[in-house]
T-cell receptor, first 112, second 114 residues
Framework: KNEVEQSPQNLTAQEGEFITINCSYS?????LHWLQQHPGGGIVSLFM???GKKKHGRLIATINIQEKHSSLHITASHPRDSAVYIC??????????????FGQGTILTVHP | DAGITQSPRHKVTETGTPVTLRCHQTENHRYMYWYRQDPGHGLRLIHY???????DKGEVSDGYSVSRSKTEDFLLTLESATSSQTSVYFC?????????????FGPGTRLTVL
């Protein structure tokens, strides 16, 4: 079973700051997903990574397969970025049926 | 976004009563998942389905059963609800079931078992 650890668990920032959230996993994966959960509860997918780096607007996600580590960066943070950010690992090999193992989430609060 | 609805959105019930939660999708996705989300545990997989009438257990399946009689509906049943099943339940769907596939989440159902 893959173990997925996120850090920090809570993060408070001032508007405009650069933010990094980290995710480590214990076994080989086929993909690493980053999700966002708004205070209202809805969960949306931000990124799927199997290697390298992806960018969408002010969000950047990177993955280092050898080190079993991924990071989510937010540049020029804004109060509307306040949410829970969740990483999830899809195990490699076999028939996984798309099952994911989730980290506990990072609660981000950005103050104006 | 995939059209995924969950019903009911909120439910309060008493210990020992049966409860059924419904997930409905309009995207014709083959794979469907039920998760529960609890403080300190994150999202955990209860059951999943890889086709009509094809289901299997996830990591926290005890006390839950599921059924999928048609592509668009995935039902989660708590046969005899317990207070430990108080949680927020999310349904998700995916097209291919590959690890690289995006999962689309429903809005969640908040269940309280008294």
């Amino acid at each position: 079973k893959n173990e997925v650890e996120q850090s920090p668990q809570n993060l408070t920032a001032q508007e405009g700051e650069f933010i990094t959230i980290n995710c480590s996993y214990s076994v080989g994966i086929s993909a690493l997903h980053w999700l966002q959960q708004h205070p209202g509860g809805g969960i949306v997918s931000l990124f799927m990574l199997s290697s390298g780096k992806k960018k969408h607007g002010r969000l950047i996600a990177t993955i280092n397969i050898q080190e079993k580590h991924s990071s989510l960066h937010i540049t020029a943070s804004h109060p509307r970025d306040s949410a829970v950010y969740i990483c999830a690992a899809a195990n490699a090999g076999g028939t996984s049926y798309g099952k994911l193992t989730f980290g506990q989430g990072t609660i981000l609060t950005v103050h104006p | 976004d995939a059209g995924i609805t969950q019903s009911p959105r909120h439910k309060v019930t008493e210990t020992g009563t049966p409860v059924t939660l419904r997930c409905h999708q309009t995207e014709n996705h083959r794979y469907m998942y039920w998760y529960r989300q609890d403080p300190g545990h994150g999202l955990r997989l209860i059951h999943y389905s890889y086709g009509v009438k094809d289901t299997d257990k996830g990591e926290v399946s005890d006390g839950y059963s599921v059924s999928r009689s048609k592509t668009e509906d995935f039902l989660l049943t708590l046969e005899s609800a317990t207070s430990s099943q108080t949680s927020v339940y999310f349904c998700a769907t995916a097209l291919s079931g590959e690890g690289t596939d995006t999962q689309y989440f429903g809005p969640g159902t908040r269940l309280t078992v008294l």
